[in-house]
């Protein structure tokens, strides 16, 4: 063959091979259809051969609108390259910060952002690429649609996804959604009580052999391997057994091990885990509801159990005439076995109580629990109703100790294995600071054995029984009271009715040292004279050091005739 027979033929054939060629190597990469203001729209092209295409007077087709052609002169996108088409040129490369020479003017039609079609064709009117969009595939306004696999079609619409960038587009740098050679991603299948499934998807172009995952659950790290290889848009099922140590929700985190992973932002995914933490297995154990007022209202649990306990998204609730008047949804928090927490109203607790372990600490940054003094109810449920613990306390539950004021004293539990809602189960903290917060409360400290506690009291009436009827005879009855031991005492007694109200307060937080003697006169606290009859005398003492609280009830009858 002649040397000009060859240059004939080639030139006969090359207008149809770099046609041929540019249909198959250059691609829609990128859309931004939806920008926001100032910004214009934008399309991206990538030219994904090795050789350099001239795409002067080829066409862009935006849905039933006429042809835009782009422009003759620089309209040359190099191997391996990128060139955006938009119709604001110099404003989308000042916004943007990218090179002039990366843009190419084309007064492409308005992009729908409810949807429309993109076209590209060459000078001979031959389709090179086109992709229909919708609206919905993007979240708002600003994020851009980017190619999955530069090889697959660019009308099939699962080869498209939103942006996943930081930035919400990736012009002019690798799609954050592209397909790779290796790349595994993980998606959560079913949770239950006792096991979690992962689906563990190839996305990748090469095949995964002996894919293997973790599940990490609180301190618990839980490992998946299998020797069954993930061919690409395959994908195999892992499965993970729970531990049984913990109660309530938790996030747990199932992540792949794949070391030749080129994508990390899938191959990690969130699994939230939730057991109902079951009833007094968390016991409200100490309730500081009238604080000094350098502190804030607080209340202590106990974690029963050998499991660790988290409160996210538990409910505290608490109301003076009913529960639920006041409702706090716990966040994220965790309670160590057989152990204590606090739950306070704001970080003033930690200020007052500086050597206590924080992390033991969940402070709600309000000003109050909104605990009632005279009475309130406080219940800790699951968040679906389901209680965890609860009671309704009463002020005077304090009373075992006798003094004026307890501002600053807690009310503790006495027995971890009896009742919340059992008023014998609660006294007032005989601590010396007030209360005792994540340690042993002093209440369940109280040795209630006879060896221990060896004092004693005896109290009397004489004359009893007695008439106070002015006559100057035996008008008036003494109340004694003698300890057994040289302790100051605080001394409270209060006389009852037959209906149990009181009538008189003979003594109120008196101190008492060995003996006293307190005369009677028969008559109420306002100074009317009381009807003839039997009444009760609770007497009450309590002393700190070792500290110790006895009661003692006797009768006093006052003689007369009924009126």
């Not at 050597?355 to 629990?369: E, I, N, V």
């Amino acid at each position: 063959m002649t040397s000009l027979r060859r240059a004939f033929l080639l030139l006969f054939f090359l207008p149809a091979c770099t046609i041929l060629h540019a249909q198959s190597r250059l691609v829609i990469n990128e859309v931004m259809f939806a920008p926001v203001s100032p910004e214009p729209e934008w399309i991206e092209l990538w030219n994904i051969s090795q050789d350099t295409l001239d795409i002067s007077g080829w066409s862009v087709v935006v849905g039933h609108y006429n042809p835009r052609f782009i422009p003759k002169g620089s309209s040359r996108v190099a191997p391996d390259s990128m060139m955006i088409l938009t119709s604001k040129d110099s404003l989308l490369a000042a916004i943007r910060r990218i090179p002039r020479n990366k843009i190419i003017y084309v007064p492409i039609n308005q992009l729908s952002n409810s949807g429309s079609s993109i076209s590209l064709r060459d000078t001979s009117g031959n389709l090179i690429d086109s992709l229909t969009y919708d609206g919905s595939w993007i979240s708002k306004s600003g994020i851009s649609i980017e190619r999955i696999d530069e090889r697959a079609s660019g009308s099939d619409a699962a080869n498209w996804k939103a942006c996943e960038d930081t930035s919400r587009t990736t012009i002019l740098r690798p799609n954050s959604v592209r397909r790779l050679e290796h790349d595994l991603a993980l998606s959560t299948l079913v949770v239950t009580d006792s096991s979690v499934q992962i689906e563990i998807i190839n996305r990748g172009r090469d095949t995964a052999f002996a894919p293997s995952a973790k599940l990490l659950v609180g301190v618990d790290t839980i490992a998946w391997v299998s020797m069954q290889p993930i061919a690409p848009n395959d994908s195999i099922v892992a499965f993970f057994s729970l531990p049984n140590d913990f109660y309530g929700t938790f996030d747990a985190l199932a992540h792949s091990c794949d070391p030749t992973d080129e994508r990390h932002s899938n191959d990690t995914v969130h699994v939230p885990l939730h057991r109902s933490i079951p009833q007094d297995s968390l016991l409200i154990n100490e309730i500081m509801f009238d604080p000094s007022d350098s502190d804030c209202q607080w209340i202590e649990l106990f974690n029963t159990t050998s499991r660790i306990i988290s409160l996210d998204s538990t409910r505290l609730l608490t109301g003076s005439s009913r529960p639920a008047i006041y409702s706090f949804v716990l966040p994220s928090f965790q309670v160590k076995p057989n152990n204590y927490a606090i739950i306070a109203a704001n970080d003033s607790f930690v200020h007052v109580h500086p050597g206590l372990d924080r992390s033991a600490t969940l402070s709600l940054g309000r000003s109050s629990l909104d605990l009632g003094k005279d009475s309130c109810y406080v219940v800790l449920d699951n968040g679906d109703g389901s209680m965890i613990d609860s009671l309704h306390y009463y002020g005077s539950w304090q009373q075992s100790l006798v003094r004026n004021n307890f501002t600053g004293i807690s009310l503790e539990r006495k027995q971890v294995d009896k009742r919340s809602n059992d008023a014998t189960n609660w006294q007032a903290s005989h601590a010396d600071s007030g209360s005792t917060p994540l340690a042993e409360n002093s209440a369940s400290t109280l040795a209630p054995s006879p060896d221990t506690i060896t004092t004693t009291f005896n109290a009397h009436f004489s004359p009893n029984p007695f008439s106070p009827d002015g006559d100057g005879f035996e008008d008036e009855s003494i109340l004694t009271i003698q300890t057994t031991d040289n302790d100051e005492w605080a001394l409270r007694a209060r006389l009852f009715d037959d209906r149990g109200r009181v009538v008189r307060t003979l003594a109120d937080v008196s101190s008492l040292y060995r003996s006293m003697a307190i005369p009677f006169d028969g008559r109420r606290d306002n100074g009317q004279l009381l009807n003839p009859g039997l009444y009760t005398a609770l007497i009450e003492v309590t002393a700190h050091n070792p500290t110790r609280s006895l009661k003692q009830a006797i009768g006093i009858a006052i003689a007369g005739k009924r009126k």
